[in-house]
């Protein structure tokens, strides 16, 4: 009989640093999917790595079973996120699983709904900041210095820890690490997190790295795969080489301006021989568009920035013939059908409730 499941902490455990009384919703060992469409159009073999069948849907959930059951052990009653919806969405659900109050700051009036629904479903409590998320994540910084309040966003350690297992899963499925692994980039958390786990799957470690757990087991992989990050270009200060003060892209998960991480992303981009490019709105939209309709996965908006950003290297015929490729889809399309949908109809025909009637509509 197949085993289940059992959360990244568990299957992981001999890989990160904590793995006592664990908070989890048995996150992790998400799909990566072969994309023949995709390699019609590149000329390599693509994966889809599709993070939106995580429980909140998004890949937050791996860093946060590891940020939750840290700061639950040390007895922390509340935690705190800034967030662009889904850290408010997993931190809110990983907070109900410890027992805990979860505080969300969020920017006024640009979280998809789908997220805000979460959140508030979860209970968390709700502060709209007129500002953008950058405005927020210095509000929770100072919150949580202040107050008896834990921080959970990706500048928490314990947050990249459980995000790199996503690299774990792509070289159990793929045999090795990939040729190019191309992702979105917005706070740059989880760049830096992906790389990690690539490095230390190699026996080898990156400045992210905890010291006790990267590489006490032996190498599985042979190589580290070349790192292509990809931000909106109305927010894209990794491209353009300082923050942008006033972001702006319809990829509300990656307006950010000012990302956390920056130093560990422009690391796994250049020790990685990568770039970090952006991609337009429109793109944003073809990519997501192109993902539901011939791929058969419904992602967000922010989370096709990863094959805009690969299609758009393929047309400048920087991908090398045959690669493999795996494209990080960070979240489920479900969190924002209005984006999605955009100016498309959704009233469709209403018919009398018979066969015939059905058949017509169908033009049989
Ligand atoms: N894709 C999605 C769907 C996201 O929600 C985020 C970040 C990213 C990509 C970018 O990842 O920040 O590690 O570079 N969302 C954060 C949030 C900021 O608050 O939910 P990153």
Redesign the pocket.
Known sequence: MAQPWRGIIAEYADRLPRTENVVTLLEGGTPLVHAPHLDSLTGARVYVKVEGANPTG???DRGMTMAISEVADQGVQLVA????????ASAAAYAVRAGIGCAVVLPAGKIAAGKLAQAIVHGATLVAVDGN?DDCLRIVRELTEAHPVALVN?INPYRLQGQKTAAFEIVDVLGDAPDIHVL????????SAYWMGYNEYAGRRTSASFEDSATRLPPVASRVPQMWGIQAEGAAPLVKGEPVEHPETVAT??R?GN?A?WDYAVEARDRSGGWIDSVTDAQILDAQALLAAHVGVFV?P??AASVAGLLQAAEHGRVPEGATIVCTV??NGLKDTATALGSRTIDPTVIAPTLDAAVKALGL
């Open positions: 998004s890949f937050k996120a800034a967030s662009t919806g889904n850290t408010s998320f990706s979105p980039v917005g706070n740059a958390g989880n760049i998960a990656i950010i990302p991480s967000e922010a989370s960070t979240g």
